[in-house]
C-alpha cells in the first residue's frame, strides 16, 4: 500500500430495530445494508486498490452491540466481503482485524439529561456544544462537554500514534451521538483560534450512520503530515503538530 496517506474514520451507530416499542441493542437490516452501500464504498475505495489488508487496520467500538456491528459491516465491503447480517450473536468475521473496546467513544462515565437527549437529540447536542462548560442542562447535572471533547482529544492522538507507529494505515472507530460530534471538534479545534461553540462548524449533528474521515498526508521525505477532516464532500483544516500536543 502506498504509505503516503493514511485515514482514520469515525461514525455514529446505524438504526436500531425496536421490538414492542423499545430499541434493540443492535442495528437494522436495512441500516447495515445502507452503512455497507456508503460507508462501506468508502472504505472500499480506500482500501482495494492500494491492497489493504486487515493486519494494517484497527477498529475500535464500544460496549454496546450497535457500534460494533455498524463498524464491521463497513469493514467488510471494504475487504470484498459479504454483507454479515447483524444479530444479537453477530462475530467479527475478518481475520487480522485489530479490534477492541475503547472506553473513550462511550459516554456511561459521564452524566447527562437521558430525557431531554432522547426526547431531542440534536437540539440537546447543539445546546451542550454552545456552552461547553456547563454542569447542568434544565435543571438535571450534566457533565460539562469540554470533557468529551478532551477525551476525543487523548482518543484521537492514540489511534494517530497507532497509525504512524504500528504500521497500520486504517482506524475506523464507531461511536454515538454526541462523541461523534466530540471528535470532530477535538480535530477542528487544533487549527482555531477560539474553540468551536456551535455544531454548524463540524458540518452540524452526526445523524445515526453518519461519518466523517481524519485523512493525514505525508510529506516526502520529512515524515510529517499534512491533515484535514472530511465530511459530506467538505474539508475542514486540521492542525495536526497542535492536535498532538
Known amino acids: 500500500m502506498d504509505a503516503q496517506r493514511k485515514m482514520i474514520i469515525f461514525t455514529r451507530h446505524g438504526v436500531r430495530p425496536e ?4 430499541e434493540q441493542d443492535s442495528i437494522t437490516l436495512e441500516s447495515a445494508s445502507r452503512v455497507y452501500a456508503n460507508m462501506g464504498l468508502y472504505l472500499q475505495q480506500f482500501a482495494q486498490p492500494n491492497s489493504l489488508t486487515p493486519a494494517q487496520t484497527f477498529f475500535k467500538h464500544t460496549e454496546k452491540r450497535r457500534t460494533l456491528h455498524t463498524g464491521n459491516v463497513a469493514l467488510a465491503r471494504a475487504f470484498g ?7 444479537e450473536d453477530f462475530a467479527i468475521l475478518i481475520p487480522g ?13 459521564f452524566k447527562y439529561n437521558e430525557e431531554a437527549l432522547n426526547r431531542d437529540t440534536e437540539g440537546y447536542l447543539r445546546d451542550m456544544i454552545s456552552a461547553p462548560d ?14 468529551f471533547v478532551e477525551g476525543s482529544k487523548g482518543l484521537l492522538q492514540d489511534s494517530i500514534r497507532k497509525l504512524d507507529l504500528r504500521g497500520k494505515s486504517l482506524g475506523v472507530l464507531s461511536t454515538h451521538a454526541g462523541n ?7 480535530a477542528l479545534n487544533s487549527s482555531r483560534t477560539s474553540p468551536i ?17 481524519l485523512i493525514l498526508d505525508q510529506k516526502g521525505k520529512s515524515g510529517l503530515y499534512e491533515s484535514r477532516l472530511g465530511r459530506d464532500g467538505i474539508n475542514y483544516a486540521v492542525n495536526l503538530q497542535n492536535l498532538m500536543r
Open 134 to 147: 456547563a454542569i447542568s442542562y434544565k435543571g438535571i447535572e450534566v457533565t460539562p462537554f469540554n470533557m
Open 97 to 109: 482485524l485489530n479490534v477492541a473496546i475503547d472506553p473513550r467513544l462511550d459516554y456511561k462515565d
Open 197 to 213: 461553540r456551535s455544531a454548524d462548524d463540524i458540518g452540524g449533528i452526526f445523524d445515526r450512520e453518519n461519518y466523517a474521515t
Open 180 to 186: 461523534a460530534e466530540s471528535i470532530a471538534i477535538a
Open 81 to 87: 466481503l459479504p454483507m454479515p447480517i447483524p444479530t
Open 19 to 22: 421490538i414492542n416499542g423499545e
